[in-house]
């Protein structure tokens, strides 16, 4: 089963843009996680949001959580061509250890 | 390189026959899960393991699965009588003991059932 839901399922843009994905989950959780996969490749660790933050910056990444929403947006500032890949937000459980995956956001990026 | 290993990386089987996967976590980590992804779906949680004890299996993993980790390093995963429905990416993570710290997965193991 999966807990999150992103949105837009598929994002196309142009290199320089801004891209935004949203997700939204069901339960209480601890912390929220975004991941990347570039086709047919495991996925890669974008940056980690904890249940009593708001907003988190990695780099041209920027995470907010709304945990009354239960949802939260990655942005991706002046993107490239290169970060073409699909993007899956993930969250644990309060009891559980496991991280449940959306369905993903596949972003394309035309230079 | 001490990343997630898997081994296969491709694995062509026909309806029926067993298959086993191996992954070999990141030395230090605690942690090893098994995902299943199929194309243009997120992974779905199979299993995890903390060093050698099995924690949670899902409830959707029939009983043709099964995974070990004999000695809480690296651990298989393997597929009874198989069928077309069970072709997918199967990935493994590991991570530290921390619960609910960040995953390192694995590049996968394709299997397609002929």
């Known amino acids: ?111 | 390189d001490t990343g997630v290993s898997q081994n296969p990386r491709h694995k062509i089987t026909k309806r029926g026959q067993n298959v086993t996967f191996r992954c070999d976590p990141i030395s230090e980590h605690n942690r090893l899960y098994w995902y299943r992804q199929t194309l243009g779906q997120g992974p779905e949680f199979l299993t995890y393991f903390q060093n050698e004890a099995q924690l949670e299996k899902s409830r959707l993993l029939s009983d043709r699965f099964s995974a070990e980790r004999p000695k809480g390093s690296f651990s298989t995963l393997e597929i009874q009588r198989t069928e077309q429905g069970d072709s997918a990416m199967y990935l493994c993570a590991s991570s530290l003991l921390v619960a609910s710290e960040k995953l390192f997965f694995g590049s996968g193991t394709q299997l397609s059932v002929l």
């Open chain 1, 1 to 111: 089963s999966q807990q999150g839901e992103e949105d837009p399922q598929a994002l196309s843009i142009q290199e320089g843009e801004n891209a935004t994905m949203n997700c939204s989950y069901k339960t209480s959780i601890n912390n929220l996680q975004w991941y990347r996969q570039n086709s047919g490749r495991g996925l890669v660790h974008l940056i980690l949001i904890r249940s009593n933050e708001r907003e988190k910056h990695s780099g041209r990444l920027r995470v907010t959580l709304d945990t009354s929403k239960k949802s939260s947006s990655l942005l991706i500032t002046a993107s490239r061509a290169a970060d073409t890949a699909s993007y899956f937000c993930a969250t644990d459980e309060r009891q559980g250890g496991k991280l449940i995956f959306g369905q993903g956001t596949e972003l394309s990026v035309k230079p």
